[in-house]
């Protein structure tokens, strides 16, 4: 478990544990001879994966900024992806409970992303964070309900039920969820992925999702075999490098197994590369 400050606010990453997804899906058209280097992969291929949250304590408010794959995988993806449902006992671990969450936000609605927003319980449906509002893009919920080439990756159960009591937000656009707390869509993985921006006392940090999954990816063309839109996640990533390598940015990894975070920068050719990795651990 990892911590670090923001201006006022206190950031913990939180784990739903790690699962495995094919190299070559992960890293796209990059040759494995030069990812292999970075993120070895096992016999049959696949790469560790992480599930990172983020906790935010703003002093007011608790937010959480992702859950994970949670505990409702249909049995044949827990045969391909395994399903570590660890982000409760991390959340108590942090001292939190579920009723202390005010505030949910989804960066994009795929199964490993949302997947603690409801639990199963007496054969139906319930919020796992029963006192908090959830926020998603809009036109993201509504991708989902297109049986798009993604469509896989979408379990409506995740969101569906928090849509209908009304208790999930879908916003349209960039937009400030509280005082400090921004989201501000960035395409390529999906169409309306949203990143979270969180700024406090003069500093800024970005939970970029799968814009940037792992450290791994930080090199501009280094996309993903998944992503919806490759060169859209191009220019989103040289939109988003402009800004937080300039105004030192603090960027949060949503898939990678040891990393949460890190401030990045330039080497003397222009490549993007990891300058430090910041807070403590334990």
Not at 177 to 188: A, D, M, Y
Not at 233 to 244: G, L, M, P, Q, V
Request: glycine share 10%.
């Amino acid at each position: 478990m990892h911590r670090v400050t923001l201006g006022s606010f206190e950031l913990t990453a939180l784990s739903d544990g790690t699962y495995y997804l094919d190299g070559g899906a992960f890293f796209g058209v990059v040759p494995k001879v030069l990812w292999s280097k970075r993120m070895p992969s096992d016999e049959l291929n696949r790469v560790p994966t992480g599930l990172n949250s983020v906790l935010v304590r703003t002093g007011e408010k608790n937010i959480l900024i992702e859950t994970g794959v949670g505990n409702k995988l249909p049995e044949k993806m827990v045969e391909i992806y395994g399903q570590p449902a660890k982000l409760l006992a991390a959340l108590h671990a942090a001292g939190v409970s579920p009723e202390d969450i005010d505030i949910v936000i989804n960066s994009h609605l795929h199964f490993d992303h949302c997947g603690w927003n409801t639990i199963r319980q007496g054969g139906g449906l319930r919020p796992t964070f029963p006192k908090a509002k959830y926020f998603a893009q809009e036109g993201e919920w509504k991708h989902a309900h297109q049986g798009q080439r993604d469509a896989v990756s979408y379990l409506h159960e995740n969101y569906d039920p928090l849509v209908e009591s009304g208790q999930m937000q879908l916003v349209g656009g960039d937009q400030e969820i509280v005082r400090g707390i921004s989201v501000e869509v960035f395409p390529g993985h999906t169409r309306d992925m949203q990143a979270v921006i969180l700024e406090s006392g003069g500093q800024t940090a970005c939970y970029i999702s799968d814009l940037i999954p792992t450290s791994a990816h930080v090199e501009v063309n280094w996309v993903m075999g998944f992503d919806l839109y490759p060169l859209e996640t191009i220019e989103s990533r040289k939109r988003y490098y402009a800004r937080a390598i300039g105004e030192k940015w603090l960027t949060m990894f949503t898939h990678d197994p040891t990393l949460p975070w890190s401030y990045l920068a330039r080497n003397e050719r222009g490549k993007i590369i990891l300058e430090e990795s910041v807070g403590s651990a334990g």
